[in-house]
């Protein structure tokens, strides 16, 4: 059974300096690894505050995202787009950062990054840290409802519909199982009913069940994300 371990932080500051101590800790650690971002606005306080600060990291980190919008790199809604403040303090070769090439057709896109991920894991590099989001409607990455589980089967990245119409690519749950330290950073009043649900585990939960591969995950949230008690 998956290990849910829960941190409830006092205020969305005190959540995006947590979360800011925590992604330095991993990008910086030495050896070859990887780090998983994570798109939305959660995680866009803690990129910032990173990208001012010196971050030295051994020559062999790589980077990659839990989803991508299938939209043009440079747009406002591409989670690559989003986090150019830190990928540009980080400075990687282009080789170690792994992006969805969005310039492909969808299929494309989905199966190079799928190629991008089983060449990562293959040449023995492991994410030691995985951010990940979780919805108001109980989404994580772009997995949304059970067909998108089902076809993730036996994949590490799949293309999406999303409900909003847009298309994306997404890390499969075959893939979360891999991430060492899977971590839900939650923000926000709207995402308490989706907190309790993950707290309880439910099964009908998309994000509850992307991670059943897992054997530990973490929910960090602030105090807006926590539910009332019973």
Not at 42 to 52: F, H, I, K, W
Not at 73 to 92: D, I, K, R, T, W
Not at 107 to 117: F, H, N, P, T
Request: glycine share 6%; proline share 6%; hydrophobic share 45%.
């Amino acid at each position: 059974m998956t290990e849910l371990a829960t941190t409830c932080f006092a205020s969305r500051a005190e959540l995006d300096a947590a979360l800011a101590t925590r992604l330095a800790a991993a990008l910086c650690a030495p050896g070859a690894h990887a780090v998983m971002l994570s798109g939305g606005t959660t995680p866009m306080n803690a990129y910032r505050a990173l990208a001012r600060r010196p971050l030295p990291h051994d020559e062999r980190l790589h980077v990659l995202f839990t989803d991508e919008r299938y939209v043009p790199a440079g747009s406002p809604a591409s989670n690559y787009h989003q986090s150019q403040e830190l990928l540009q303090a980080l400075a990687l070769p282009q080789e170690e950062l792994l992006r969805v090439r969005t310039e492909l057709s969808l299929e494309a896109a989905a199966a190079d990054y799928e190629r991008s991920l089983t060449t990562l894991l293959s040449s023995g590099i492991h994410v030691t840290l995985g951010l990940l989001g979780l919805g108001a409607d109980g989404h994580t990455a772009s997995l949304f409802d059970a067909g998108d589980l089902e076809r993730a089967r036996g994949r590490y990245a799949l293309p999406v519909q999303r409900p909003d119409g847009m298309s994306a690519v997404s890390v499969s749950p075959e893939f979360l199982a891999t991430v060492r330290e899977p971590v839900f950073v939650v923000a926000g009043a709207d995402k308490r009913e989706s907190v309790r649900a993950l707290l309880a585990r439910s099964p009908t939960l998309t994000a509850w069940r992307a991670v059943a591969g897992c054997a530990r995950v973490e929910l960090w949230m602030d105090q807006a994300a926590a539910p009332a008690p019973a």
